[in-house]
């Protein structure tokens, strides 16, 4: 979607491997070094979870990472945890031309993309529940003697450095440090469609900006989590790289993780004019869709990608881009997708395009990587550069790169009289693409505006409803009908089942047929605190390992526990809280985007908020809005989830022309964050 008034980048930062800022990050870009090296041991112990040889289903055969040296950033006297820190640091930055009264004075929102940043967690969650553990072994004890002391002095030898910070369990708190740096009030939440999340935060960013509900927000990307529980996640689906990521070219192995923080503070356009702000770029326009039944949740689809790329480039007036930034993450099947999807589009064009990615510097870093990538776009713009891709060799295609090229070498733009276009390939697991165009700001060209169109909050009226019990039983005969084959029904995180249940539910209830919902461009979101049930029990699974000594006869049992918690094997991915909102698009087979939207215990109601401003934009026809309905326990990160209701909203018009119910208007939802 192009949108009625360009939204204006004013201000950019960055803390990325290699780079404490922007000025580092295009120095080690221009000079292609990437940043490929060995974890730190302190990240995870290599001795109880490296293994090369692939023997092992809860350990990792690569111990590859693009990570952030401490140094770049840590304040050892700060009691916040690394990827807060990572963001604050590249905020200060994003913000320095401003004067902080700015901020106080203008309707100021925070909108983060980030998955789970800090690695962290797992290893405080389960020191948090060391006491169940105890009683669990004691239960399971019966026929074994259990050595109570001896176990308890492991557990405590293990888990004796793990930070109290309540910080590391609360993703959205990241948005509250923002505003508290700022010394702001107002919206804030995180978004999460895995490797897309900063681009869904950036749309959703612009969304409130061209809704006039907002004057400034702060958005782009945060990831610290480069913990064993990513590791073997993504070994156990073999796409961990061994030796370096190569995008798009055929001897590349696979991924490698990264991590960092990449923030940009966007305004309207006109207001920026007005305050005379130096602009990096202008975005004029971001399409979003979801992949639905034609890939598996983890499989990129070639033709949902094209869909994506065709209509935004139908909707720009301003010609072809001389540079595409892809997901291009290393592995060959998404790379492939990817490229013969481009290739299609492209076609057409009778010039080069060029094309490359930012993972083959700094990895993949999931919640980050398509801001990264929009900051590469953002810099060259600056620079009038183009960085090289000497790594390129083949393309992965067999049928070669079409009219895109890799560059090996960096290219001068030179001067030009008409605004230079680039745009920005993002996807995640779960299904989510996205895509984003990106333009020069020439001053000559973008004479100053009057106040933009705003786009008015339309009412949204609910159509249907349901609530079903968290652990609700599920019949054999519907796994078939949500295309999830029986092997993979009990290994399923139940947010997904009872989300599903919930769906089939409400539509049922409200006499809505799912030919219906797929005919239309269908949006999915779904809300609740980050963690899963299901990485619950793969954080007990991983690191109650450390626990396991064969001095001691509790060895045998922790492993049979260990084993009974959960399978470690191709699904274990599955457990991200992308892959509700995605599992739903996939089942039902439905186009319109899909993304989860974590606000602690506040998550529903930001849901509500973005999915009527999605029907208000035109984004989408009808929204599926999925809350967990958490409860926190004695320790506020320890959380039970009790049931999972159904919201579907669409507008008053849709809903006449379809001969819906009208349940009720959900006509303005107020979410403040008060700081």
């Known amino acids: 979607m192009k949108f009625k008034e360009n939204i204006a980048i004013v201000g950019a930062g960055c803390v990325l491997p290699g780079a404490r800022n922007t000025s580092d990050f295009w120095k080690i870009l221009c000079e292609g070094r990437h940043q490929f090296r060995s974890l730190p041991g302190n990240r995870w112990n290599k001795d109880i979870y490296f293994d090369p040889e692939k023997n092992q289903g809860d350990s990792s055969y690569s111990d590859l990472a693009a990570y952030v040296a401490d140094d770049l950033f840590f304040d050892s006297n700060s009691d916040l945890p690394r990827g807060h820190q990572m963001m604050l640091t590249a905020l200060r930055e994003a913000v320095a031309p401003f004067d902080r009264d700015q901020f106080r004075k203008r309707r100021v929102a925070v909108v983060l993309g980030c998955m789970n940043p800090e690695d962290e967690a797992s290893v405080s969650l389960v020191k948090a529940q060391k006491n169940s553990l105890m009683e669990e072994m004691s239960r399971r004890a019966s026929q074994l003697s259990f050595e109570t002391e001896s176990f308890l002095k492991e557990f405590d030898k293990c888990f004796q450095d793990t930070t109290e910070s309540l910080d590391i369990h609360f993703p959205s708190s990241l948005a509250y440090h923002v505003h508290r740096e700022l010394g702001t009030k107002g919206l804030s939440f995180c978004a999460d469609s895995a490797c897309g999340s900063s681009l869904t935060a950036i749309d959703l ?26 590791y073997v996640p993504f070994s156990r689906l073999g796409v961990l790289a061994r030796t370096r990521s190569l995008p798009y070219d055929a001897k590349s192995e696979g991924i490698i993780q990264g991590e960092g923080s990449v923030l940009f503070v966007l305004e309207r356009l006109s207001d920026a004019q007005d305050a005379e702000r130096d602009i990096w770029g202008l975005i004029e326009g971001i399409t979003s869709s979801s992949n639905g039944a034609k890939a598996s949740l983890f499989s990129p689809s070639q033709e949902s990608q094209k869909v994506n790329f065709s209509e935004l480039e139908t909707t720009l007036a301003e010609g072809p881009p001389i540079y595409i930034e892809g997901h291009g993450t290393g592995t060959l099947v998404g790379d492939r997708a990817e490229l013969e999807a481009l290739k299609e589009v492209f076609s057409p064009i009778p010039t080069k395009v060029l094309l490359g990615s930012v993972k083959a510097i700094i990895g993949h870093t999931k919640g980050t990587a398509g801001a990264a990538g929009l900051l590469k776009c953002l810099l060259s713009l600056r620079h009038s550069f183009i960085p090289p891709s000497t790594y390129f060799e083949n393309a992965c295609s067999e049928s070669g790169m079409g009219n ?7 290219v001068e733009l030179g001067k030009n009289d008409v605004p230079l276009q680039m745009r920005v390939c993002s996807a995640g697991f779960g299904g989510a693409n996205y895509y984003l165009a990106l333009s020069e700001h ?3 060209n973008h004479p100053h505006l009057e106040k933009g169109t705003i786009i008015s909050s339309e009412a949204s009226v609910l159509v249907a409803f349901s609530q079903v019990p968290f652990f609700a039983q599920t019949s054999e005969n519907k796994y078939q009908d949500w295309k999830i084959p029986p092997h993979l ?14 769906v089939e539910l409400a539509l049922e209830k409200s006499l809505i047929s799912k030919k219906m919902v797929q005919k239309l461009k269908t949006c999915v979101i779904s809300a609740s605190h980050t963690r899963t049930n299901k990485m619950e029990k793969i954080s007990h699974v991983l690191q109650l390992k450390k626990v396991e000594n064969p001095e001691y006869s509790f060895q045998e049992i922790l492993r049979k526990y260990r084993n009974e918690l959960v399978k470690l094997d191709e699904t274990t991915c599955q457990a991200l809280n992308s892959m509700i909102s995605g599992r739903v698009a996939n089942a039902f087979d439905l186009a319109g985007t899909n993304f989860h939207i974590d606000a602690d215990f506040s998550s ?6 973005m999915g009527q401003q999605m029907i ?7 929204v599926i809005l999925l809350g967990i309905e958490e409860i926190p ?38 979410v403040c964050h008060e700081g």
């Open 205 to 230: 960013a612009c969304l409130l900006l061209e809704s006039g509900e907002v004057d400034l927000v702060v958005t782009g990307g945060v990831e610290a989590n480069l913990g064993i529980e990513t």
């Open 404 to 410: 895109l090229e890799i560059n090996l070498s960096g």
């Open 442 to 444: 020439k001053k000559s």
């Open 489 to 502: 029904a009990n290994h399923l995180d139940f947010a997904q089942i009872s989300a599903l249940t919930a």
């Open 604 to 609: 529903l109601g930001y849901s509500l908020k």
């Open 616 to 622: 208000s934009h035109k984004r989408a026809e009808m």
């Open 633 to 670: 326990g004695d320790v506020p990160y320890l959380i039970s989830r009790q049931s999972v209701s159904c919201w579907v909203l669409t507008s008053p018009q849709t809903a006449e022309e379809l001969s819906l119910p009208q349940l009720g208007s959900v006509s303005e939802v107020l």
